[in-house]
């Protein structure tokens, strides 16, 4: 039996000791919020060296970034997976899909069980800054968003708009939606006030003779997805 190579060996366990340095600080990050973390404590439940951690990441802002982007990669893959599941069991038109999708984004803002909440929408934005926030919305939340607008603009459910800059306004407009709901001292309260704020902003979209007038606005009825949540770690 051919031996694993030395080179095997070192590279498997770097990815081990990554993969734990990455999973301590996503507990700590969740559990306390990055200010509160310190990287001695991340050290000590990974279980490895300060300086194993300084070999994989520049500081700690270079680790929590690597946590967000788990974080928000987990929650992109939930969004999908969910609407997935909902369009096998109850397919749907494109417009129907957009705004269930919408739905399904504001909801998980709300969430306390989840790592989305605090590390992304809280502390994301303030430990990284606008840019890499905004390009971790770009990588995880554009294809998906400029899809089920296409979808929607081949079924003429909306108007034939440039899908790129509406790509763009409307994640920036999900994306402080979403702040919004987290940094709300009553977060299920916010989430209601911007359901219908988001409601009438996206009516906007919707093509005269495309629907009866008086359904224009009308967002399905969503429930928070507790089974396609990536559960705290």
Same mark, same amino acid.
């Given at each position: 039996?051919?031996?694993?190579?030395?080179?095997?060996?070192?590279?498997?366990?770097?990815?081990?000791?990554?993969?734990?340095?990455?999973?301590?600080?996503?507990?700590?990050?969740?559990?306390?919020?990055?200010?509160?973390?310190?990287?001695?404590?991340?050290?000590?439940?990974?279980?490895?060296?300060?300086?194993?951690?300084?070999?994989?990441?520049?500081?700690?802002?270079?680790?929590?970034?690597?946590?967000?982007?788990?974080?928000?990669?987990?929650?992109?893959?939930?969004?999908?997976?969910?609407?997935?599941?909902?369009?096998?069991?109850?397919?749907?038109?494109?417009?129907?899909?957009?705004?269930?999708?919408?739905?399904?984004?504001?909801?998980?803002?709300?969430?306390?069980?989840?790592?989305?909440?605090?590390?992304?929408?809280?502390?994301?934005?303030?430990?990284?800054?606008?840019?890499?926030?905004?390009?971790?919305?770009?990588?995880?939340?554009? +294809? %998906?968003? !400029?899809?089920? /607008? #296409?979808?929607?603009?081949?079924?003429? $459910?909306?108007? &034939?708009?440039?899908? =790129?800059?509406?790509?763009?306004?409307?994640?920036?407009?999900?994306?402080?939606?979403?702040?919004?709901?987290?940094?709300?001292?009553?977060?299920?309260?916010?989430?209601?006030?911007?359901?219908?704020?988001?409601?009438?902003?996206?009516?906007?979209?919707? +093509? %005269?003779? !495309?629907?009866? /007038? #008086?359904?224009?606005?009308?967002?399905? $009825?969503?429930? &928070?997805?507790?089974? =396609?949540?990536?559960?705290?770690?």
């Amino acid at each position: 039996m051919t031996r694993p190579r030395r080179e095997d060996r070192t590279a498997e366990t770097k990815a081990h000791t990554r993969a734990a340095l990455v999973a301590a600080a996503r507990r700590r990050f969740a559990e306390q919020g990055y200010a509160a973390t310190g990287t001695e404590e991340i050290v000590a439940d990974a279980r490895v060296t300060r300086g194993a951690l300084y070999h994989h990441f520049r500081d700690k802002a270079d680790l929590f970034q690597e946590v967000m982007k788990e974080v928000a990669s987990e929650v992109a893959d939930a969004l999908v997976e969910s609407e997935l599941t909902r369009e096998a069991r109850e397919p749907s038109d494109a417009w129907t899909q957009l705004c269930t999708g919408f739905q399904s984004l504001l909801d998980f803002s709300t969430r306390t069980d989840t790592d989305f909440q605090r590390i992304v929408l809280v502390d994301g934005p303030a430990v990284l800054g606008n840019d890499a926030w905004n390009t971790l919305v770009e990588t995880h939340g554009y +294809r %998906l968003l !400029s899809q089920w /607008l #296409e979808r929607a603009i081949a079924e003429k $459910a909306i108007d &034939p708009i440039p899908v =790129a800059p509406l790509t763009r306004l409307v994640a920036a407009l999900l994306a402080e939606a979403s702040l919004y709901i987290a940094r709300a001292a009553d977060p299920l309260a916010a989430r209601q006030e911007t359901g219908v704020a988001l409601d009438r902003l996206m009516s906007g979209l919707v +093509r %005269l003779d !495309s629907r009866p /007038l #008086e359904t224009m606005g009308t967002w399905p $009825a969503s429930e &928070p997805a507790d089974d =396609a949540a990536p559960a705290a770690q």
